[in-house]
């Protein structure tokens, strides 16, 4: 077959051709099973070649609630949708019995962002929440696909001069994130598909999420009431 007719089959609407509907279904099927497959795939070599790592960002988590320490979240794009979605399995438990911990979304606050992007740069909109808000013994986590995001590398920066125990999620080869001395754990996504990248993310904060409130199960009194004493 010459490389002209296979571009043909490929893509028959570019000459011309309609696409035999019998064929495109059997097609679209067969792109559902093996994106579902590589999705499953992706996630159970990460959390395989992972598990400890996660294991110690969860124990790094509880201890910033057991100091009555917050969580701050930031990320870009579908990765601040990410930020919010951690944010908010913290804020709101959906199981019964736990209680609500504090965790603060950075990508929230447009007016913020964009006064901050428009005024000084948009290298500065999560640093300049950092700097004003957290404190020793709290925690940011940034969320990333490349792990270069300047504004998350700017914010961890100033995090761990600060004393915030800084986490990163990436993916790739976790990029400057994952190189970052700023950077206290970064768990990365060894995939180069961004699909599988935040799909393998969600399950990851997911999991963080269930394993820090099981580490803290012995205080759920406590927090319930308000922090530390």
């Given at each position: 077959?010459?490389?002209?007719?296979?571009?043909?089959d490929?893509?028959?609407?570019?000459?011309?051709?309609?696409?035999?509907?019998?064929k495109?279904h059997?097609?679209?099927?067969e792109?559902v099973?093996?994106?579902?497959?590589?999705?499953?795939?992706?996630?159970?070599?990460?959390?395989?070649?992972?598990?400890?790592?996660?294991?110690?960002?969860?124990?790094?988590?509880?201890?910033?609630?057991?100091?009555?320490?917050?969580?701050?979240s930031?990320?870009?794009?579908?990765?601040?949708?990410d930020?919010?979605?951690?944010?908010?399995?913290?804020?709101?438990?959906?199981t019964?019995?736990?209680?609500?911990?504090?965790a603060v979304?950075?990508?929230?606050?447009?007016?913020?962002l964009?006064?901050?992007?428009n005024d000084?740069g948009?290298?500065h909109?999560?640093?300049?929440?950092?700097i004003?808000?957290?404190?020793?013994?709290?925690?940011?986590i940034?969320?990333?696909?490349?792990?270069?995001?300047?504004?998350?590398?700017?914010?961890?920066?100033?995090?761990?001069?600060?004393?915030?125990?800084?986490?990163?999620?990436?993916?790739?080869?976790?990029?400057?994130?994952?190189?970052?001395?700023?950077?206290?754990?970064?768990?990365?996504?060894?995939?180069?598909?961004?699909?599988?990248i935040?799909?393998?993310?969600?399950?990851?904060?997911?999991?963080?999420?269930?394993?820090?409130?099981?580490?803290l199960?012995?205080?759920?009194g406590?927090?319930?009431?308000?922090?530390?004493?």
């Amino acid at each position: 077959m010459s490389e002209q007719q296979a571009l043909q089959d490929l893509y028959p609407f570019l000459h011309g051709v309609k696409q035999d509907a019998d064929k495109l279904h059997l097609a679209l099927l067969e792109s559902v099973r093996q994106k579902a497959l590589d999705s499953v795939n992706t996630k159970r070599r990460f959390f395989e070649d992972n598990g400890d790592a996660v294991v110690a960002v969860a124990h790094a988590m509880a201890d910033i609630y057991r100091r009555d320490g917050r969580l701050f979240s930031m990320g870009n794009g579908g990765s601040s949708c990410d930020a919010a979605h951690i944010a908010v399995e913290f804020l709101h438990p959906v199981t019964t019995g736990r209680p609500a911990l504090t965790a603060v979304n950075l990508s929230a606050d447009t007016a913020m962002l964009t006064a901050v992007g428009n005024d000084v740069g948009f290298a500065h909109v999560f640093v300049r929440q950092v700097i004003a808000q957290a404190r020793r013994g709290d925690g940011l986590i940034g969320i990333s696909t490349s792990g270069n995001s300047e504004n998350l590398l700017a914010a961890f920066r100033a995090a761990k001069e600060m004393g915030v125990v800084t986490i990163g999620l990436s993916g790739d080869d976790g990029g400057k994130m994952a190189r970052s001395a700023d950077v206290d754990h970064c768990l990365v996504v060894p995939s180069n598909s961004i699909h599988r990248i935040q799909e393998t993310q969600v399950a990851i904060y997911h999991i963080l999420w269930d394993l820090t409130h099981t580490l803290l199960a012995d205080e759920r009194g406590r927090l319930a009431k308000g922090g530390a004493t």
